[in-house]
């Protein structure tokens, strides 16, 4: 049986939300070897055996702390991913993910394919969006060791209870970088993170300051989303980069998409066309939004998000 391996994406001693869902794609191949860089498996083996994890691989170099140092972090991938045997190595397609699955694939001169939305063992093949979203790529696989990054929530994360086994795998690596991160400061620091979540109340142009902001923060706390911005909301000063959803901003597939006040430019759609259900409200009717989305409210967004909040609440 083929292995698939996972890099174990964490962040303060937890593991990234959608690297349940990676997990479930690599099922799809064979085994699946998770790769934990911060020294911490033992207490992620429970919760990763739910998903299918049967070895879970605590990869240590002394002297190396992997989450400043990059190359090293790239490199024990590499290494890891020979040491066991695998065959394609996967993880989540967040900024880490990619940068340290490139480092990787660099390491084992492997192809790289990142953000993809389909992975297909049996077939050999990848799918990725193109062109804004406009054309899904399809790249074959051909021999060798691949390495995929998957787009966040792209696939669901089932359940599939197995004993996970915790195996420490130290590591030779030259104590070196050509890079350390010094210090990391947290943009939106208290917000959900926007590519984890399952749900996303975004708010355009017309939302008209940072304060009317906090009307999608009421609702979203009842949803348990995350708050987005288009654009023109970004542009206008109204929230930080960091909420900005589309082409030049986040890229986002959550399972429920609200957009208030939102148009539906080919740009924003580029960063959330491949949400599961779309719910656009605007106050025009002939709004291009309403042909793109699932469920659509014609209605001023200052009337129509707090009933909905009130009706959440209840
Ligand atoms: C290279 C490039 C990259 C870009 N990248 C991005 C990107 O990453 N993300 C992004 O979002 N955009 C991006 N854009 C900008 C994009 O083209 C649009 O200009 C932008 O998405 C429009 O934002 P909007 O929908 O909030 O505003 P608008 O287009 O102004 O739409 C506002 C909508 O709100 C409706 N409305 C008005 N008042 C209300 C109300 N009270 N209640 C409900 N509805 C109301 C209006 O009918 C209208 O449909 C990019 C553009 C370029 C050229």
């Given at each position: 049986m083929s292995k698939i391996g996972v890099f174990i994406e964490t962040a303060d001693q937890a593991i990234k939300k959608s690297v349940a869902g990676v997990i479930s794609a690599a099922l799809q191949g064979g085994e699946v070897v998770g790769f934990v860089l911060d020294g911490f498996a033992e207490s992620y083996r429970e919760s990763l055996g739910e998903y299918g994890v049967t070895e879970l691989v605590n990869l240590t170099a002394a002297n190396i702390d992997f989450s400043k140092q990059p190359e090293a972090a790239g490199r024990a991938l590499a290494q890891g991913t020979n040491a066991f045997g695998i065959s394609s190595l996967l993880g989540v397609s967040s900024p880490i993910g990619n940068d340290l699955l490139a480092r990787a694939a660099m390491e084992l001169k492997s192809t790289l394919t990142l953000d993809c939305l389909e992975v297909n063992f049996q077939e050999n093949y990848v799918k990725k969006s193109h062109f804004s979203g406009k054309a899904i790529a399809t790249f074959e696989m051909g021999t060798g060791t691949h390495v995929i990054g998957i787009r966040p929530n792209s696939f669901d994360a089932v359940r599939n209870p197995v004993d996970c086994q915790v195996i420490d795998h130290g590591l030779d690596l030259p104590?070196?970088?050509?890079?350390?991160?010094?210090?990391v400061d947290k943009a939106g620091t208290g917000q959900k993170e926007l590519t984890e979540a399952s749900v996303i109340i975004t708010g355009g142009?017309?939302?008209?300051s940072k304060e009317n902001f906090k009307l999608l923060d009421e609702c979203a706390k009842t949803l348990d989303a995350a708050v987005g911005a288009s654009r023109a909301a970004v542009d206008s000063g109204?929230?930080?980069?960091?909420?900005q959803v589309g082409q030049t901003g986040k890229i986002v597939s959550p399972k429920l998409y609200i957009g208030c006040g939102?148009?539906?430019?080919v740009q924003h759609f580029a960063?959330?066309?491949?949400?599961e259900v779309i719910v656009a409200i605007n106050t025009?009717?002939?709004?291009?939004?309403f042909t793109k989305s699932d469920y659509g409210i014609i209605g001023d967004l200052f009337e129509v998000v707090p009933a909905l909040t009130k009706a959440l609440k209840e």
């Open positions: 104590s070196e970088d050509a890079i350390e991160i010094i210090s142009r017309p939302m008209g109204y929230a930080p980069h960091s909420m939102l148009s539906g430019s960063g959330m066309k491949t949400s025009d009717k002939d709004a291009p939004i």
